[in-house]
Protein backbone atom coordinates (compact mmCIF):
# COMPACT_ATOMS: atom_id res chain seq x y z
CA UNK A 1 0.00 0.00 0.00
CA UNK A 2 3.05 2.69 0.51
CA UNK A 3 4.65 2.04 -2.44
CA UNK A 4 1.80 2.35 -4.00
CA UNK A 5 0.75 5.62 -2.27
CA UNK A 6 4.15 6.82 -3.17
CA UNK A 7 3.88 6.12 -6.59
CA UNK A 8 0.25 8.01 -7.13
CA UNK A 9 2.20 10.95 -5.85
CA UNK A 10 4.34 11.12 -7.98
CA UNK A 11 7.90 9.87 -5.57
CA UNK A 12 10.42 7.57 -6.93
CA UNK A 13 10.60 4.55 -4.70
CA UNK A 14 12.73 1.78 -4.30
CA UNK A 15 12.03 -0.95 -2.94
CA UNK A 16 14.66 -3.77 -2.00
CA UNK A 17 14.00 -7.23 -1.82
CA UNK A 18 16.18 -10.52 -2.94
CA UNK A 19 12.81 -12.66 -2.27
CA UNK A 20 10.95 -13.56 -5.46
CA UNK A 21 7.77 -13.43 -4.35
CA UNK A 22 8.39 -10.20 -2.41
CA UNK A 23 9.66 -8.57 -5.71
CA UNK A 24 6.09 -10.23 -7.66
CA UNK A 25 4.48 -8.12 -5.15
CA UNK A 26 6.16 -4.89 -5.71
CA UNK A 27 5.55 -5.40 -8.86
CA UNK A 28 1.65 -5.83 -8.45
CA UNK A 29 0.78 -2.32 -6.87
CA UNK A 30 0.66 -1.41 -10.81
CA UNK A 31 -2.83 -3.34 -10.74
CA UNK A 32 -4.27 -1.15 -8.83
CA UNK A 33 -4.98 2.17 -7.42
CA UNK A 34 -5.84 4.27 -4.25
CA UNK A 35 -8.79 6.39 -3.93
CA UNK A 36 -8.89 9.50 -2.82
CA UNK A 37 -10.27 9.13 0.52
CA UNK A 38 -7.26 6.09 1.16
CA UNK A 39 -4.31 8.49 -0.23
CA UNK A 40 -5.56 10.94 2.32
CA UNK A 41 -5.64 8.28 5.13
CA UNK A 42 -2.13 6.77 4.46
CA UNK A 43 -0.89 11.20 4.27
CA UNK A 44 -2.52 11.62 7.94
CA UNK A 45 -0.17 8.99 9.38
CA UNK A 46 2.58 11.36 8.48
CA UNK A 47 4.59 12.41 11.94
CA UNK A 48 6.81 14.73 9.98
CA UNK A 49 9.93 11.94 11.47
CA UNK A 50 12.60 11.31 8.99
CA UNK A 51 14.71 8.02 9.67
CA UNK A 52 17.69 9.04 7.57
CA UNK A 53 18.22 12.20 9.01
CA UNK A 54 22.36 11.64 10.94
CA UNK A 55 21.43 14.61 13.28
CA UNK A 56 18.71 12.92 15.02
CA UNK A 57 19.51 9.02 14.74
CA UNK A 58 23.35 8.74 14.30
CA UNK A 59 24.22 11.07 17.38
CA UNK A 60 26.33 8.27 18.82
CA UNK A 61 28.62 8.70 16.04
CA UNK A 62 29.77 12.33 17.55
CA UNK A 63 27.18 14.49 16.29
CA UNK A 64 27.01 14.14 12.51
CA UNK A 65 25.54 16.95 10.36
CA UNK A 66 21.58 16.42 10.06
CA UNK A 67 20.61 16.20 6.57
CA UNK A 68 17.00 17.83 6.78
CA UNK A 69 16.01 20.77 8.65
Not at 40 to 63: E, I
Amino acid sequence: IVLRWGIQRGTSIIPKSSNPAHLAENFAILDFTLSEEEMAQVTALNKNLRFNDPGVYCAFMGGAIPIFN
